[in-house]
């Protein structure tokens, strides 16, 4: 248990309201990311954080913004959700102390319905 | 653009049959990984294989890294309704700080 949360679990919302999913850990790991995981697409990186402040994009990082102010959270915003950002969303961590293989491990997923 | 591709993408099967899942590429990684994720949950990380022609073993489950280090191989012994669930492989290149991820292959076990 890498001691990852998810906020909220699920969430419906409607198209273009902004929405905010929250990662949290408690085990001070450096590098976290955000997933979505879609039928006939797999896992597809949105954007990953590499420490307090730095952030990236991933393949699929249009309509996302992220926020790391402190080590523990990861925030995830739809700015105006679209009923293509209906998706399964998981929050990761690379396990620090796994050597240079990124090894990561998941959070339990947040489930969300735009309509 | 790096491409990991799983195949087959649907896998069912009796109990106590045995069964091989593939993960190719055309790119060589630096390590390569394989998940099993269950309905409802995120992926949770099974091994990690770094060294080419590399072979672990996880009870049933035998995880091969091919010699040029651009494949790698699952296989499951005498599969039990246990095992049933999405696998994914994941594969590290570069700067090694993002995973290059394939589809997945589902797996159903049949009791």
């Known amino acids: 248990d890498a001691g990852i949360t998810q906020s909220p679990r699920h969430k419906v919302t409607e198209t273009g309201t902004p929405v905010t999913l929250r990662c949290h850990q408690t085990e001070n790991h450096r590098y976290m990311y955000w997933y979505r995981q879609d039928p006939g697409h797999g896992l597809r990186l949105i954007h990953y954080s590499y420490g307090v402040k730095d952030t990236d994009k991933g393949e699929v990082s249009d309509g996302y913004s992220v926020s790391r102010s402190k080590t523990e959270d990861f925030l995830l915003t739809l700015e105006s959700a679209t009923s293509s950002q209906t998706s399964v969303y998981f929050c990761?961590?690379?396990?620090?102390?796994?050597?240079?293989?990124?090894?990561?491990?998941f959070g339990p997923g947040t489930r969300l319905t735009v309509l | 653009t790096q491409l990991l591709e799983q195949s087959p993408q649907f896998l069912s099967i009796q109990e106590g049959e045995n069964l091989t899942v593939y993960c190719n590429s055309s790119?060589?990684?630096?390590?390569l990984q394989w998940y099993r994720q269950e309905p409802g949950e995120g992926p949770v990380l099974l091994v990690t294989v770094v060294t080419g022609g590399e072979v672990k073993k996880l009870k049933r489950l035998t995880f091969q890294f091919g010699d040029a280090r651009k494949d790698s191989s699952l296989h499951i012994t005498a599969a039990q309704p246990g095992d049933t669930g999405l696998y994914l492989c994941a594969g590290s290149a570069g700067n090694n700080r993002k995973l290059i991820w394939g589809l997945g292959t589902s797996l159903a076990v049949n009791p």
């Open positions: 990761a961590i690379r396990e620090s102390s796994g050597g240079p293989y990124n090894e990561q491990f």
């Open positions: 790119s060589v990684f630096s390590s």
